[in-house]
Protein backbone atom coordinates (compact mmCIF):
# COMPACT_ATOMS: atom_id res chain seq x y z
CA UNK A 1 0.00 0.00 0.00
CA UNK A 2 1.29 3.52 -0.63
CA UNK A 3 1.94 5.60 1.87
CA UNK A 4 0.76 9.35 0.63
CA UNK A 5 -1.31 11.15 3.68
CA UNK A 6 -2.92 14.32 3.29
CA UNK A 7 -3.20 16.37 6.27
CA UNK A 8 -5.69 19.45 6.68
CA UNK A 9 -5.87 21.92 9.32
CA UNK A 10 -8.77 23.65 10.25
CA UNK A 11 -9.02 27.27 11.45
CA UNK A 12 -12.58 27.13 12.09
CA UNK A 13 -12.90 31.06 11.70
CA UNK A 14 -10.96 31.81 14.44
CA UNK A 15 -12.44 29.03 16.96
CA UNK A 16 -9.10 27.08 16.58
CA UNK A 17 -6.83 29.81 14.82
CA UNK A 18 -7.24 32.16 18.00
CA UNK A 19 -6.07 29.52 20.36
CA UNK A 20 -3.44 27.41 17.79
CA UNK A 21 -1.05 28.04 15.27
CA UNK A 22 -2.61 25.86 12.47
CA UNK A 23 -0.40 27.07 9.65
CA UNK A 24 2.49 25.67 12.53
CA UNK A 25 0.65 22.85 12.46
CA UNK A 26 0.42 22.09 8.89
CA UNK A 27 4.09 23.19 8.38
CA UNK A 28 4.87 20.03 11.12
CA UNK A 29 2.77 17.73 9.15
CA UNK A 30 5.30 18.05 6.04
CA UNK A 31 7.96 16.96 8.48
CA UNK A 32 6.22 13.39 9.36
CA UNK A 33 7.33 10.32 7.59
CA UNK A 34 4.45 9.45 4.88
CA UNK A 35 3.05 13.12 4.60
CA UNK A 36 3.00 14.40 1.22
CA UNK A 37 0.78 17.33 1.28
CA UNK A 38 -0.59 19.49 4.20
CA UNK A 39 -2.43 22.66 4.34
CA UNK A 40 -4.57 24.51 6.76
CA UNK A 41 -8.21 25.79 5.66
CA UNK A 42 -10.48 28.51 7.02
CA UNK A 43 -13.96 26.32 7.26
CA UNK A 44 -13.14 22.40 6.32
CA UNK A 45 -16.58 21.72 6.45
CA UNK A 46 -18.23 24.22 4.13
CA UNK A 47 -18.55 23.42 0.12
CA UNK A 48 -14.99 24.57 -0.82
CA UNK A 49 -13.35 23.35 2.33
CA UNK A 50 -14.41 19.58 1.24
CA UNK A 51 -13.71 20.24 -2.21
CA UNK A 52 -10.25 21.05 -1.30
CA UNK A 53 -10.24 17.79 0.08
CA UNK A 54 -11.54 15.89 -2.61
CA UNK A 55 -9.20 17.87 -5.36
CA UNK A 56 -6.26 17.31 -3.25
CA UNK A 57 -6.92 13.35 -3.40
CA UNK A 58 -6.77 13.54 -6.62
CA UNK A 59 -4.47 15.88 -7.58
CA UNK A 60 -1.51 14.56 -4.42
CA UNK A 61 -2.57 10.90 -5.17
CA UNK A 62 -3.46 11.07 -1.58
CA UNK A 63 -3.98 7.51 -0.10
CA UNK A 64 -4.68 8.41 3.38
CA UNK A 65 -6.56 11.42 4.71
CA UNK A 66 -6.16 13.57 8.09
CA UNK A 67 -8.46 16.29 9.18
CA UNK A 68 -7.54 18.31 12.22
CA UNK A 69 -10.79 20.66 13.32
CA UNK A 70 -13.85 19.88 15.59
CA UNK A 71 -15.49 16.74 17.46
CA UNK A 72 -15.85 13.83 15.35
CA UNK A 73 -19.09 13.70 16.45
CA UNK A 74 -19.98 17.18 14.49
CA UNK A 75 -18.23 16.12 11.53
CA UNK A 76 -17.07 13.01 10.56
CA UNK A 77 -19.50 11.65 8.25
CA UNK A 78 -19.28 14.88 6.33
CA UNK A 79 -15.53 14.12 5.82
CA UNK A 80 -16.08 10.42 5.59
CA UNK A 81 -18.09 11.28 2.42
CA UNK A 82 -15.85 13.91 1.45
CA UNK A 83 -13.19 11.36 1.25
CA UNK A 84 -15.08 8.56 -0.41
CA UNK A 85 -16.03 11.34 -2.93
CA UNK A 86 -12.37 11.90 -3.56
CA UNK A 87 -12.16 8.06 -4.17
CA UNK A 88 -10.61 6.51 -1.82
CA UNK A 89 -11.95 4.30 0.93
CA UNK A 90 -13.59 6.43 3.66
CA UNK A 91 -11.72 4.47 6.79
CA UNK A 92 -8.55 5.88 5.01
CA UNK A 93 -9.44 8.57 7.21
CA UNK A 94 -8.68 10.00 10.91
CA UNK A 95 -10.04 13.02 12.57
CA UNK A 96 -8.43 15.04 14.87
CA UNK A 97 -10.54 17.39 17.46
CA UNK A 98 -8.17 20.94 17.89
CA UNK A 99 -11.37 22.16 18.67
CA UNK A 100 -13.36 21.08 21.51
CA UNK A 101 -10.31 18.89 23.20
CA UNK A 102 -7.91 21.88 22.29
CA UNK A 103 -8.29 25.55 21.32
CA UNK A 104 -11.93 25.97 23.82
CA UNK A 105 -10.03 24.60 26.41
CA UNK A 106 -6.49 26.11 26.51
CA UNK A 107 -5.23 29.37 26.64
CA UNK A 108 -1.82 29.12 26.15
CA UNK A 109 -1.04 29.22 22.17
CA UNK A 110 2.43 28.17 22.36
CA UNK A 111 1.08 24.77 24.25
CA UNK A 112 -1.97 24.62 22.56
CA UNK A 113 -0.03 24.34 19.07
CA UNK A 114 2.49 21.95 20.74
CA UNK A 115 -0.80 19.67 21.51
CA UNK A 116 -2.52 19.93 17.92
CA UNK A 117 1.07 18.37 16.00
CA UNK A 118 0.94 16.12 18.94
CA UNK A 119 -2.61 14.87 17.96
CA UNK A 120 -1.84 15.70 14.70
CA UNK A 121 1.35 13.44 14.54
CA UNK A 122 -0.14 10.58 16.32
CA UNK A 123 -3.39 10.20 13.70
CA UNK A 124 -0.52 10.25 11.15
CA UNK A 125 0.87 7.13 12.69
CA UNK A 126 -2.43 5.70 13.42
CA UNK A 127 -3.85 6.31 9.54
CA UNK A 128 -0.89 4.48 7.82
CA UNK A 129 -1.56 1.31 9.78
CA UNK A 130 -5.90 1.66 8.53
CA UNK A 131 -6.73 -1.01 6.33
CA UNK A 132 -9.70 0.09 3.99
CA UNK A 133 -13.53 -1.38 5.42
CA UNK A 134 -16.37 -2.08 3.77
CA UNK A 135 -20.12 -1.60 5.74
CA UNK A 136 -22.47 -5.04 5.85
CA UNK A 137 -25.68 -5.15 6.49
CA UNK A 138 -27.18 -7.86 8.45
CA UNK A 139 -30.47 -8.95 8.65
CA UNK A 140 -31.50 -9.57 12.77
CA UNK A 141 -34.56 -10.59 13.70
CA UNK A 142 -36.19 -8.36 16.11
CA UNK A 143 -37.44 -9.95 18.99
CA UNK A 144 -35.39 -10.56 22.51
CA UNK A 145 -35.29 -13.03 25.99
CA UNK A 146 -34.87 -11.64 28.73
CA UNK A 147 -32.99 -13.72 31.39
CA UNK A 148 -34.57 -13.35 34.89
CA UNK A 149 -38.01 -12.78 36.05
CA UNK A 150 -36.98 -10.20 39.03
CA UNK A 151 -37.78 -6.69 39.01
CA UNK A 152 -35.03 -6.03 36.72
CA UNK A 153 -35.60 -8.45 34.07
CA UNK A 154 -39.43 -7.69 34.61
CA UNK A 155 -39.07 -4.23 33.28
CA UNK A 156 -36.51 -4.49 30.93
CA UNK A 157 -39.32 -7.21 29.34
CA UNK A 158 -41.62 -4.12 29.33
CA UNK A 159 -39.00 -1.41 28.13
CA UNK A 160 -38.76 -3.98 24.99
CA UNK A 161 -42.24 -4.73 24.82
CA UNK A 162 -43.11 -1.01 24.83
CA UNK A 163 -40.76 -0.30 22.18
CA UNK A 164 -42.72 -2.79 20.10
CA UNK A 165 -40.49 -5.74 20.03
CA UNK A 166 -41.76 -9.22 21.04
CA UNK A 167 -39.95 -10.22 23.98
CA UNK A 168 -39.50 -14.10 25.80
CA UNK A 169 -39.54 -13.70 29.83
CA UNK A 170 -37.25 -16.95 31.06
CA UNK A 171 -37.58 -17.62 34.65
CA UNK A 172 -36.40 -20.78 36.49
CA UNK A 173 -38.65 -19.87 39.03
CA UNK A 174 -42.55 -21.18 39.33
CA UNK A 175 -43.20 -17.14 39.72
CA UNK A 176 -41.91 -14.14 38.40
CA UNK A 177 -41.10 -11.40 41.10
CA UNK A 178 -37.66 -12.49 41.89
CA UNK A 179 -36.65 -11.22 45.72
CA UNK A 180 -39.81 -8.58 45.77
CA UNK A 181 -42.28 -11.00 46.29
CA UNK A 182 -40.06 -12.20 49.38
CA UNK A 183 -41.18 -8.72 51.27
CA UNK A 184 -43.92 -7.99 52.88
CA UNK A 185 -44.50 -4.19 52.31
CA UNK A 186 -41.94 -1.40 50.79
CA UNK A 187 -40.78 2.01 52.61
CA UNK A 188 -41.91 5.01 51.87
CA UNK A 189 -45.58 4.08 50.18
CA UNK A 190 -45.75 0.60 52.44
CA UNK A 191 -47.56 -0.68 49.43
CA UNK A 192 -47.79 -4.40 49.19
CA UNK A 193 -44.66 -5.55 47.58
CA UNK A 194 -46.18 -8.20 45.83
S1 LIG B 1 -14.91 21.39 10.25
FE1 LIG B 1 -15.44 21.72 12.38
S2 LIG B 1 -13.78 23.00 13.10
FE2 LIG B 1 -13.76 23.17 10.87
S3 LIG B 1 -15.10 24.91 10.34
FE3 LIG B 1 -16.37 23.10 10.32
S4 LIG B 1 -17.24 23.07 12.39
FE4 LIG B 1 -15.44 24.40 12.48
Redesign the pocket.
Known amino acids: MKKRVGVFV?D??T??ASAVDTEKVAEYARQLPGVVFATTYK????DP?QELVRNAIQDQGLEQVVIA??SPR??EKTFRQAVEAGGINGYMFEMVNI?EQNSWVHTDREEATKKAMDLVRMAVSKVLKNVPLQVSTIPITKKAMVIGGGIAGMQAALDIAESGHKVILVEKQASIGGKMTQLDKTFPTMDCAA
Open positions: CCGNIYMCSGSCMHR
